[in-house]
């Protein structure tokens, strides 16, 4: 970072910020790129560089950059009740009404929500639940989480064991003990010759159900999942995966967590992902776009099984004795419901339906290209796989970084994607038009280009 100015945003953001998901000893060479504005799907960086943003930051802003609007509701909360806690007993009122909201626009019927401030906190207060749940109903041991590999619900130390991502568990000493994984459904890379997508998906369901025989049914005590995978690639289930795997987690008894972090809100094409898949989870965790990203806010819905069961530990306990500062803070939940009013006045999920179809159409035109391997999405969420050999569905070397590779070209052309490995996710902000699709398609196709002419060098 030699030619950053001494007191450039550069220069004091290395010595002064630690950053997530950040390899530290680049990021000190490279120094970071400074966003400065955002307006609809783009955002500029401090040179004026222009760049489409076909990851919604990560995964959140369903509404773009700025909001006049969202900032009034903001403003207006901050200047009449600008902090209040819901503990002991205490409420207000813009948090009832997104509760009440939550609850009525919930896939499945639920009982009650719990607040917190990120999609991690709301995973790992679910895991807790689900450890609370099993106490309550006098089965204590059926404890085990079972996640999936490469699925990510967090980076707390709970949900981070319920992820099954190795590299950040790598020197964490992670996962804790009682955190178990089971495949990860990724049927373009990993069906054998002739396997059909079901044939597939009854391997997985058989692959768990073999998992929890072996960890033995009664230590087993929830299966949390993703309906579409988002940092596991954009992966999308198998078809007839979750009606296999759910069943088996009825044939255990098992609490069943849909994290709707990423699906929540629309993103599917519907309300929720387990809409678009039939889900019947117990506790459902959901962020990000539930206040368009613009305000740090998460809810936890459970159903009336979880909740009655703790509502008997606090006339054994005298309390439940789990919670954080900042749930329910009125700015947030407040920001949250205007979101929500919006999706409404929008039409949203219609929105979603009409130009969804129309961006996996137009990623899927880049299955020719030579680079791409797999195209397979659903509403605004596609996964796009980089191959060495197209016949032979083989990766490249891992070394080789083509995921990467693609990114940096991605972003020279004013283009920011998500990758993971070599698999590059697409998830624009909700209010993309059928013209930014194209403007998505117009950079990426320079890039791969651009990508594939520098890997063959
Ligand atoms: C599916 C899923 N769950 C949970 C999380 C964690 O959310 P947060 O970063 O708000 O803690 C993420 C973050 O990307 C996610 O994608």
């Known amino acids: 970072m030699t030619y950053a100015a001494p007191n450039s945003v550069q220069a004091r953001d290395i010595a002064s910020i630690v950053h997530p998901q950040t390899n530290l000893v680049k990021h000190l060479e490279q120094g970071p790129i400074v966003m400065e504005r955002g307006q609809g799907c783009y955002v500029y960086d401090d040179h004026g ?30 200047r009449k009740l600008g902090y209040y806690h ?12 997104l509760a009440e909201r939550l609850l009525q626009i919930a896939p499945v019927p639920m009982s009650k929500v719990l607040f917190q401030c990120s999609g991690s906190e709301a995973n790992d207060t679910a895991i807790k639940l689900v450890w609370y749940y099993h106490s309550a109903i006098g089965k204590p041991e059926k404890r085990k989480i079972i996640g999936r590999r490469m699925a990510y619900h967090g980076s707390t130390s ?7 991502k190795a590299d950040m568990h790598a020197d964490f000493g992670l996962p ?15 069906h054998r010759d002739g396997e059909t997508e079901e044939q597939f998906a009854t391997r997985m369901a058989e692959a768990l159900e073999a998992l929890i025989l072996r960890e033995g ?9 993703e309906p579409v995978m988002g940092a596991g690639g954009g992966l999308t289930p198998p078809r007839s995966y979750w009606a296999k795997v759910q069943a088996v987690l009825h ?43 613009m305000q740090p806010i998460s809810a936890l819905l459970i159903n009336q099984r979880v909740f009655r069961a703790m509502f008997d530990e606090s006339r054994k306990l005298g309390n439940f004795a789990h919670g954080f500062t900042y749930a329910g803070h009125p700015v947030t939940t407040a920001v949250a419901m205007e979101t ?28 020719d290209h030579p680079l791409v391997g797999d195209v397979r999405g659903v509403g605004l969420l596609t996964g796009m796989e980089m191959v060495a050999d197209k016949a032979m569905r083989a990766p490249f070397d891992p070394a080789r970084n083509v995921g990467a590779t693609v990114d940096k070209h991605a972003r020279a ?14 998830s624009p902000p909700l209010i993309v038009t059928e013209a930014e699709i194209d403007d998505i398609a117009a950079r990426l196709g320079r890039a791969l280009d651009d990508a594939s002419a520098e890997l063959r060098a």
């Open 86 to 97: 819901l503990y002991r007993g205490t409420t207000n009122e813009t948090g009832v009404d």
């Open 251 to 293: 044939k255990y008894d098992m609490l069943f967590i849909a994290d709707e972090v990423i699906c929540g809100f629309g993103r599917t094409g519907n309300m929720w992902g387990s809409q678009t898949y039939e889900l019947k989870p117990d506790m459902i965790s959901c962020a990000k776009a539930l206040s368009a990203g």
């Open 413 to 426: 052309h004013g283009l920011i994607t998500r990758f993971i490995g070599d698999r590059i996710a697409f």
């Open 217 to 225: 049914p009664e230590s087993c005590g929830a299966f949390i999942a």
């Open 176 to 190: 804790f003990p009682g955190f178990v994984h089971t495949e990860y459904p990724h049927y373009y890379r990993f």
């Open 340 to 367: 929500l009013r919006i999706y409404e006045e929008m039409d949203m999920i219609g929105h979603v339906q009409r130009v969804g179809p129309y961006m996996q159409q137009v990623l899927a035109m880049f299955a």
């Open 49 to 78: 560089r222009c760049f489409l943003d076909a990851a919604a930051g990560l995964w959140c802003a369903s509404l773009g950059y700025a909001s006049e609007r969202l900032a009034r509701v903001a403003y207006e909360q901050m």
């Open 158 to 164: 709970a949900s981070i064991s319920a992820s099954g």
